[in-house]
């Protein structure tokens, strides 16, 4: 094996932060390396640079034994350098082929491009029909778009953001044979990811970034998943064990509730039903896009269902928008942290008004209390250790783990009596999920009722007493944790009922 | 009541003529929405094109200069709205607003000396037979030039937006930005292009209007067609073809109250008149009424302002 790529010294900085700092390291051909890293240790900057969205401000890289310094994606591409981002390119209302070709600088006709599609997506066990909409598509489908359209181009290094966050088990196994077929066939992998138990598993070597420094390197093979979470983090990594589960008096009952999705290419909810004890944290895991911002919609208000549907504490709420039902305890935390759960432009005081307001009182008279409301975001960024300048800075300046801890946060300081999350720690680093988990943990025990929606199948495994899926917008009976396999999950949540109701029963 | 004065054959030639400016404009405001930029100022273009044409027209004595003037006036306005909207990132329904009302008024200081002038005539196309043929004949072959381009036009936009990759590229923009210039296009560069090509057309469809449709300048002269034009590009669920429905239906509503007016139905001239925009206003509702499937057709990005992060 000869050097693909070597880096030397690699720096950039952004005003008040160095996101790289000399930056080395060399990856060979055919391999696949991990890169490791909190979030905001400098992995998405690093890779900017190598795919040419991003200028460094000094050192070198030779790929190949040449000079690369690609100034735009393009040139990156020619050289061989393809990516697969954290969140797709895609174009929802195009087809797969339309998509396929925006992504290729010089694109075959219709005809040889759609039969080049079918022959790569065999190929590598990827199947694709390039005629389909990208909106019709499941993440995994859009995922491999994304990687087909890479591999037509022929790379000699493909970069993968965070490639296996939203996908189920089998299709993380069916990728990764594929990226394993590809380190075959010589193409290097630069692989980006939270789930240090795949990096182990897949990577044949990882270089550990934290505030902008190669730290460490390492084989994966060798190393255990806690030591790697180790040297990312620089310390030791506290792991709290689950508590014991004691379910108290009902808290919610949904019963029957239907909601047609109001977006193109969402999913309609059809007859959910559960009914949740305080004290219990209740897991919704299922492949994205299956019902789970439609659950969120009708649970948080947004979107208004018959009354009876819903009951909190036995009351009728289906009719009430957020608002009220904030008033009576049921609060929630949206997926989509930037736009969704706070406003990108206001300040975190501000977006922590927005959801406060009624449970901390901060507007008595409608006039805002701007010393309280000062007070309750100061002690949102303490309690929840949320890295800002200050309260004073706009939300989209924050990272997105230290923003998801801020909107978190946010909901358990209004102590509510029920609260729902969705993806709480999408894109968050393991020492800062491991805090989310932990806060959650604590709200349940001191007498709440937890949702908590996500496609992490461990973290579920890790916080939830009871356990659910949701597939093609059915959710199956929640079930005691303990006892479920991984496999069986998977299968519930490709939308096998009878593995759910072989399992229920 | 008497409709044996009512000519089918005359009524769809002047339905055409009426639907001609419209078909331009909205033709034009498609191509700019499936950028992703929602441009109100199409009245504007249009009527700054009115004026720009009709004065290159009668200057040079020739129409077709005055068409060529007409479009080159609606695109240099437009590159204003561009230039705003594009790089300084200002408000596009603020801003397409404010372009309307400008060009009202600018159209009105340009051509403040030609009113009550005559522009030189287009000459129809005759074809030596074949225009002489009966019904036929007229239907197809007695047009003046830019009605026959107007189609070539759609044709030629259905093509290169469905056909071409310079028309897909367009289209991914409209549909996510961000992901259009993560692969590495200049989305800004191609919306300018975009809104500089809906200007052309624009000032092409109020040329029509101010030297084959009336044919003189007066201030105003528009009346709301690009209005209508806007309207007709959501009728049309962004596809080229059905423009031509939308504008030959408008077209065509509008010819017929003017008929009927002439006949002397015993309904008021006020309600007749304001037909075809309530027919516009009723078709959008409906069109509307489908949330699904009006989100399913219109760009994902219209309307909203593209600023790279990196």
Known sequence: MSVLLDIQGLSKSYPGVKANDDVSFQIQEGEIHALLGENGAGKSTLVKMIYGLVRPDSGTMVLNGEKFAPPKPFFARQKGVSMVFQHFSLFEALTVAENITLGMDVAPNRKELSAQIRKVSNEYGLPLDPDRLIGDLSVGERQRVEIIRCLLQDPRLLIMDEPTSVLTPQEVDTLFGTLRKLSENGVAILYISHKLDEIKALCDHATVLRMGKVVDTCIPANETARSMAEMMIGGELEIHAATEFTPGAEALRVEDLNLASKDPFGTSLKNVSFTLRKGEILGIGGVAGNGQDEILAALSGEEKVTPETILLGGKAIGGDGPNARR?????????????????????????????????????????????????????????????????????????????????????????????????????????????IRQALRQLAVSGAAVIVISQDLDELMEISDTFAVLAEGRLSKPQPSDGLSIEEIGLMMGGDLEVANHVDA | MDFSSLNAVAMIVLLIGAATPILLAAIGELVVEKSGVLNLGVEGMMIIGAVTGFIAATTTGSPMLGFVGGAIGGAVVSMLFAFLTQYLLSNQVATGLALTMFGLGMAALIGRNYNGIKPPRAERLDVPGLSDFPILGELLFSHDPIIYFSIVLVFAVWWFLNRSRAGLVLRACGENHDAAHSLGYNVQLIRFGAIMFGGACAGLGGAYVSLIRVPQWTEGMTAGVGWIALAIVVFASWKPWRVILGAYMFGGITILQLSLQALGISISGAYLSMTPYVVTIVVLVIMSADRKRASLNAPACLGRSFHASH
Do not use: Y
């Not at chain 1, 989509?336 to 005081?349: C, D, F, N, Q, S």
């Not at chain 1, 901060?362 to 309690?383: C, D, S």
């Not at chain 1, 993806?423 to 680093?429: A, L, N, R, S, Y």
């Open chain 1, 327 to 435: 008033e009576k305890g049921l609060l929630s935390a949206p997926e989509e942290r930037l736009g969704h759960a706070a406003a990108p432009m206001m300040t975190l005081t501000q977006n922590a008004f927005l959801t406060g307001r009624i449970r901390k009182n901060l507007a008595p008279n409608g006039v805002i209390n701007h010393r309280k409301t000062t007070g309750f975001a100061e002690e949102i960024v303490k309690k929840f250790d949320v890295r800002t300048p200050g309260v004073h800075v706009a939300a989209k300046a924050l990272s997105g783990g230290n923003l998801q801890k801020f909107v978190i946060g946010r909901e358990v300081l209004q102590s509510p009596e029920v609260l729902v999350v969705n993806q709480p720690t999408w894109g968050v680093d393991a020492a800062a999920a491991a805090s």
